[in-house]
């Protein structure tokens, strides 16, 4: 079986990556410009920084419905409409107030560190929804070259 041992310049720019992504905008700019470094060098982290990137996208789309949702909701709310109107999960929405959208953003920065620290410990990181679509279609073929889930730590197996 063929292992592929990541160097330690590969394990700073995967760790980078998602250490960029705890200020989300900024996040983006940092992965498409260390996705485009790296793109001839190594798969793997041209990898994690595309994943990065559909992660960071995925948090912004959350965002802004929650914020159109709650907009809709104050404008309704101060121009004295019936809420009836609206979808019930939007009035839990509206009861939710920030709560949400702050253990929302205290999740997704957690979510940040620790693939960070995976990541800079040489582990194989795959998140649920994107990374086997990314590994997939991946040039280079991360899916047949053998990026799998669980690979043990250190190694791509």
């Known amino acids: 079986m063929n292992t592929y041992r990541l160097r330690s310049n590969e394990k700073l720019a995967m760790g980078f990556v998602y250490l960029s992504a705890l200020v989300p905008l900024w996040g983006i700019l940092f992965a498409v410009m260390i996705r485009g ?20 996208v995925g948090f912004l789309l959350v965002f802004i419905v929650y914020a159109v949702l709650s907009l809709a909701c104050n404008v309704m709310k101060e121009s004295g409409q019936d809420a009836s109107a609206l979808a019930p999960s939007v009035l839990l929405l509206e009861r939710l107030n920030g709560g949400a959208m702050i ?9 940040c560190l620790v693939l960070a620290w995976l990541s800079l410990d040489g582990r194989n990181v ?21 990026l799998k889930a669980g690979a043990s730590q250190g190694s791509f197996v």
């Open 37 to 56: 470094a790296w793109r001839e060098r190594s798969r793997y982290v041209v990898f994690h920084a595309t994943q990065a990137i559909w992660a960071q």
């Open 126 to 146: 795959i998140l649920p929804l994107i990374g086997r679509r990314i590994a997939e279609q991946a040039p280079g073929g991360l899916k047949a070259n053998g």
């Open 103 to 111: 253990a929302l953003a205290f999740a997704y920065e957690m979510m």
